[in-house]
Structure formats: structure tokens, C-alpha cells
């Protein structure tokens, strides 16, 4: 079955910059779109981005423009790319594997100090 497994959490100051990374397994890496969610204290689980089998991106409006999701197929991982970071942005980050099914990692805290 599909495994993930995130990295790349930590604690930053506003207006720095990190990089999460999501490392697939189980399947074909290539037949599944991936996106990135996150989870703040006292919200509800967000969708933060997508990349499509085809590459193609969305974005949240809240992160456009300053996250980037990328996709390498020769090691089977997703990143996402977080720049000038918030407070708000303050979440614990799922990466997402879905075709017909949908798959989850475990988490990776993000925080952003003010």
C-alpha cells in the first residue's frame, strides 16, 4: 500500500524561508496526483496545494506566490517550497496522495514565530 513520509518541518521567523518534502512508496509514484495540506490549532484541515499527474499546480490564495509544489518522478517525491512565511502559516503540514483512493503522511509541524 501507499506509504508517505514528510520531513522538512521546523520552527522560522516570519519572512523565512522552508522546504518540505514528502517521499512516496507503495505504488507508482507516477499515476497519483499529490497535494499538500496543513492543520492549525483550532482549524479545520486545508488544502494548501496540488500538482497534478500532468504537473499542472494550484495554489490556496493565501500561499500563492509564495509556495511553490514540485514533484521529482526519478525519487518518487514532493516538495513544497515555503517562502516569506507567516504566522499564520503556523499548521501541521499532510502530504496527500490521491487517485481513487487518497493516502496520508503522518504530519510535519511548521512553525512561524511573529
Known amino acids: 500500500q501507499v506509504q508517505l513520509v514528510e520531513s522538512g518541518g521546523g520552527q522560522v521567523d516570519q519572512g523565512g524561508s522552508l522546504t518540505l518534502s514528502c517521499v512516496f512508496s507503495g505504488s507508482i509514484f507516477t499515476r497519483y496526483h499529490m497535494a499538500w495540506y496543513r492543520q492549525a490549532p483550532g482549524h479545520e484541515r486545508e488544502l494548501v496545494s496540488q500538482?497534478?499527474?500532468?504537473?499542472?499546480?494550484t495554489y490556496a490564495p493565501s500561499v500563492q506566490g509564495r509556495f511553490t509544489i514540485s514533484r521529482d518522478n526519478t525519487k518518487d517525491t514532493v516538495y513544497l517550497q515555503m517562502n516569506d512565511l507567516k504566522p499564520e502559516d503556523t499548521a501541521v503540514y499532510y502530504c496527500?496522495?490521491?487517485?481513487?483512493?487518497?493516502?496520508w503522511g503522518q504530519g510535519t509541524q511548521v512553525t512561524v514565530s511573529a
Open positions: 500538482i497534478m499527474r500532468g504537473g499542472t499546480t
Open positions: 496527500n496522495a490521491f487517485s481513487f483512493s487518497s493516502f
